[in-house]
């Protein structure tokens, strides 16, 4: 069998599917592995080229594989669409990446380490449950209003709403009500700490990152916006020009036209 020069590998749950070629391009391999079948197949290969999607846990098999010394490179899942040449499947999806991690004009995706991963967890948690935070308090606010009790937009108006809920004596919420407005009004207040909670280790990761406290002294970024720039983007030199950036996080509108026009 020739030696793999470069292999495109696509990722999911349970079984994987490993697509190699040679270096003039001819197949050398389709192989479906399971997930315990990973590591040893591609310890037992010698130093070579591997493509993944920028997916779901694409960044712990880029360190995994990197460790076993293979050269690995992520791509947005977009930019591979274009080289499935039949029907979507996963074989076809690995002959698609293998092909494209091999195009010089292909645009990579930065490995995260760990401790960049898990600072993007704490905002996307966080993000969370602010969401859930807001649905409860639009909630909250809806069934009020059926008895006539509204208060001014704002999160911080909504303390006069839950008071209400907690007193006992405010005969303007029937008593049925009350048991269901109070587990909602506890369940905001649980949520506010919690969030709370991820804010403190936020400032405290963002204390601790030199990157993020350089970011922090652009004038309008402060700790939250920071940290979650480092995190998402830990390699600027990926990126060619600052507007490059920009267009990256989706400030410069898209282009749509047909001509130069």
């Not at 591997?50 to 990197?66: D, K, N, V």
């Not at 606010?141 to 839950?162: N, P, Q, T």
């Not at 480092?230 to 400030?251: I, K, M, N, Y």
Request: glycine content about 6%.
């Amino acid at each position: 069998m020739s030696e793999i020069t470069a292999i495109g590998l696509d990722l999911a749950k349970h079984v994987f599917q490993a697509h190699g070629v040679d270096e003039a391009g001819t197949v050398v391999v389709r192989k479906r592995l399971r997930r315990s079948q990973v590591l040893t197949f591609f310890a037992g290969l010698s130093p070579c080229l591997i493509g993944m999607e920028a997916c779901a846990t694409a960044h712990h098999w880029a360190r995994e594989l990197s460790a076993l010394g293979h050269e690995v490179r992520l791509m947005p899942a977009q930019y591979v669409k274009a080289y499935v040449k039949r029907n979507k499947n996963d074989a076809a999806d690995a002959e698609a990446i293998c092909e494209a991690v091999m195009r010089p004009s292909m645009r990579f995706v930065a490995v995260k380490t760990t401790e960049q991963q898990s600072a993007l967890m704490m905002h996307r948690a966080r993000d969370l449950l602010i969401r859930q935070r807001t649905m409860l308090v639009n909630a909250l606010r809806g069934h009020l209003a059926e008895f006539g009790l509204v208060e001014a937009r704002g999160l911080h108006k909504v303390a006069g709403l839950i008071a209400i809920v907690m007193d006992d004596a405010d005969e303007r919420v029937p008593d049925l009500a009350r048991q269901v407005l109070k587990v909602m009004a506890e369940e905001i207040d649980e949520l506010q700490r919690r969030i709370a909670a991820i804010d403190a280790v936020v400032l405290a990761w963002h204390k601790s990152s030199p990157v993020s406290q350089r970011l922090a002294s652009v004038p309008g970024i402060g700790p939250i916006i920071a940290t979650a720039i480092a995190a998402t983007a830990p390699d600027p030199s990926v990126f060619r020009s600052g507007r490059e950036f920009a267009a990256w996080l989706g400030l410069v509108p898209r282009q749509s036209a047909t001509g130069g026009a």
